[in-house]
């Protein structure tokens, strides 16, 4: 890959892309990086509505578009360097991660190796937190591959827990810590290639 070159990210996202929005927004106008396309499995998700408010092309892949290699096809046409995981539900496919090695981030709303794995996402995390009565919480930002929620960590951030804390309070405090990190990780990732 070009050093030089701006690099090009195509956001992955499921449902309401609140941290696809304050990715978009990060790179508008950023000397190094710039979101291409937004690509939801999902066509009622919010992510794309918010991706076209921003100017930013917003496409739906269903599942098996996924498995059929019709995503990693809409990637290449606009040349995406790096795919980021911004809330995107999907486990990546075979396809992709051959074709993206080390290129495919995710954001996974807990500490990892905690609370990861198959149908550990969005609240379902932080109900499992809570009814833990785990002291703290977090993000852990990290490369994907085969496995759910196991690739190689990049960062994580923590957060408390205070005993008092609903599923709602710790989802509050951990989307605080996505938007606080999660462009800035991506920068640093998508500018050291
Ligand atoms: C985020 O908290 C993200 O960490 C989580 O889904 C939420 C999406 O919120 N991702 C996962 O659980 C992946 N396993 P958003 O759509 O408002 O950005």
């Not at 096809?73 to 980021?84: H, K, S, T, V």
């Not at 995107?88 to 995710?106: G, M, T």
């Not at 923590?158 to 920068?187: G, Q, R, W």
């Amino acid at each position: 890959m070009d050093k030089d070159k701006k690099k090009r990210l195509a956001v992955l996202a499921s449902g309401s892309g609140s941290n696809a929005e304050n990715i978009i927004r990060y790179f508008k106008n950023h000397p190094k990086a710039e979101v291409v396309l937004l690509v939801s499995n999902k066509a009622d998700a919010f992510a794309l509505q918010r991706a076209k408010n921003l100017n930013v092309l917003a496409y739906v892949v269903p599942k098996f578009g996924f498995e059929n290699g019709e995503a990693l096809q809409l990637f290449q046409y606009y040349e995406a360097d790096f795919l980021i995981l911004a809330g995107f539900l999907l486990k990546a496919p075979q396809n992709l991660l051959e074709a993206y090695p080390d290129r495919i981030v995710n954001i996974h709303p807990a500490l990892l190796p905690k609370y990861g794995g198959k149908g550990m996402y969005g609240m379902h995390v932080h109900e499992a937190v809570v009814a833990h009565r785990e002291t703290e919480s977090g993000i852990t930002i990290h490369y994907v591959n085969e496995e759910y929620d196991a690739g190689k960590v990049i960062f994580q951030a923590k957060c408390d827990v205070l005993p008092d804390d609903t599923p709602d309070d710790v989802a509050a405090k951990v989307h605080a810590l996505e938007y606080a990190h999660f462009p800035s990780v991506i920068e640093q990732v998508v500018t050291t290639f």
